[in-house]
């Protein structure tokens, strides 16, 4: 099972930062927090990923607790195209990875 | 940028048919791995696979299951008798997984195949 919680939904204006948090309070030591997103039924899209420190790249943000038991990813401009689904996970990329319900962004004009 | 692609992105079959779900990796990856979703719910693991061999399988990967790297380049998943609730989308990953290399190593999806079983 997935040892993440996400909020089902979130609304976000377009222009908008869109902040999305998972709660991973079990992470183990070693195991990364890994960000996916979903458009419809097409295959997950990588985010980011990270271990204890905060990450950035092109596409979002990540900031991951102190305790690393929470993180949170941010789309600092969500536009339309930024409607998806979004997954949190942990573990490592040599194992299964365990895809929860994730987070339903709807990005509003 | 390198991609995992997938053939056929749409295969249709009879229920008790044979089906070979073709996948192309990221040429220098090491591992493989297949996923399903049954259309509204979650994307289930089905298997991994690293150096010619399974390296991890769920309940849901039985004996109608296999899968195969038949050259350097494709990576293979055979459903021998499909059944109604094998109807799903299958998607292919691969990931690079070298010693020393976990921070910059994460898998990447394939788009895909939409099987639909009849």
């Known amino acids: 099972d997935a040892k993440t919680t996400q909020p089902p939904s979130m609304d976000c204006a377009e222009g908008r930062a869109a902040n999305l948090p998972c709660n991973h309070s079990?992470?183990?030591?070693?195991?990364?927090v890994y960000w996916y997103r979903q458009i419809h039924s097409q295959g997950p899209q990588y985010i980011i990923h990270?271990?204890?420190n905060n990450e950035t790249n092109e596409m979002a943000s990540l900031i991951i607790t102190e305790d690393r038991k929470s993180s949170t990813l941010i789309l600092p401009h969500a536009t339309l195209r930024d409607t998806a689904v979004y997954y949190c996970?942990?573990?490592?990329?040599?194992?299964?990875?365990?895809f929860g319900t994730g987070t339903s962004l709807t990005v509003i004009p | 940028e390198p991609e995992v692609t997938q053939t056929p992105s749409h295969q249709v079959t009879q229920m008790g048919q044979e089906v070979i779900l073709r996948c192309v990796p990221i040429?220098?990856?090491?591992?493989f791995y297949w996923y399903r979703q049954i259309l509204g719910q979650k994307v289930e693991f089905l298997v991994s696979?690293?150096?010619?061999?399974?390296?991890?399988k769920s309940e849901i990967f039985d004996d109608q299951f296999s899968v195969e790297r038949p050259d350097g380049s494709n990576f293979t998943l055979k459903i021998r008798s499909t059944k109604l609730e094998d109807s799903a989308m299958y998607f292919c990953?691969?990931?690079?997984?070298?010693?020393?290399?976990?921070?910059?190593?994460?898998?990447?999806f394939g788009p895909g195949t939409r099987l639909t079983v009849l």
């Open positions: 696979f690293y150096n010619n061999e399974i390296s991890e």
């Open positions: 040429s220098n990856h090491l591992y």
């Open positions: 990953a691969s990931s690079v997984v070298l010693a020393g290399a976990p921070s910059t190593d994460t898998q990447y």
């Open positions: 990270g271990l204890k």
């Open positions: 079990t992470i183990s030591g070693n195991e990364y």
């Open positions: 996970i942990v573990g490592y990329t040599g194992n299964q990875f365990y």
